[in-house]
């Protein structure tokens, strides 16, 4: 799936798609994190400066000209997170940079955190959800289908709130 399938899944996302890219220097990013992203999430980062669902879900993205603050916050996460595994808290998986490892991509309001199973190529890592209750699911596929399918309502919300993101989720872009 692209980010075509979730400008389908989600009405009135194609609206708010910036005319011109973002100009972010992914190759910085890279550098300092010591991988690559997925290719759906760089074009999502480019077309859409932050992306909020229903009022509930975030997508993290690195802002023009401070891709350094970015990479420092994703650190800090990581850092976090490993505190987190140590005390047996990531349903068992391992945080990054250990292969298959968690990378965090966005959240929720109330604490969800939505990661990438960072096992084989960018392209190829899965989506693993943290739900604030200890609720853990893997989702097969990208960021974008796995958003794609949960506003579409082809994938239930497993830990997220039963009801979102609802027949017609609000967005916030900007």
Same mark, same amino acid.
């Given at each position: ?19 011109d890219p973002r100009r972010i220097d992914w190759e910085v990013l890279f550098g300092r994190l010591g991988?690559?992203? !997925? /290719? ?17 879900? #975030?997508? +993290? ?14 650190k800090m996460d990581l850092e976090g997170a490993e505190e987190t595994s140590q005390k047996g808290m ?31 190529? !960018? /392209? ?17 596929? #990208?960021? +974008? ?30």
């Amino acid at each position: 799936m692209s980010i075509e399938s979730l400008e389908a899944a989600l009405p009135g996302l194609v609206a708010q798609r910036l005319r011109d890219p973002r100009r972010i220097d992914w190759e910085v990013l890279f550098g300092r994190l010591g991988t690559r992203l !997925p /290719d759906d999430y760089i074009i999502l980062a480019q077309s859409y400066p932050r992306l909020e669902i229903g009022q509930f879900l #975030t997508v +993290t993205a690195p802002v023009p000209g401070y891709e350094e603050g970015f990479v420092e916050s994703v650190k800090m996460d990581l850092e976090g997170a490993e505190e987190t595994s140590q005390k047996g808290m990531t349903g068992d998986y391992p945080v990054f940079p250990a292969p298959g490892g968690l990378l965090r991509w966005g959240s929720s309001i109330d604490g969800d955190e939505f990661h990438w199973r960072t096992q084989g190529h !960018p /392209d190829e890592w899965t989506v693993v959800v943290a739900g604030r209750n200890d609720d853990w699911s893997h989702h097969e596929g #990208t960021l +974008t289908s796995y958003l794609a399918s949960l506003c579409s309502g082809t994938i239930p919300p497993y830990g997220l709130p039963p009801n979102f993101p609802g027949p017609d989720p609000a967005l916030s872009v900007g």
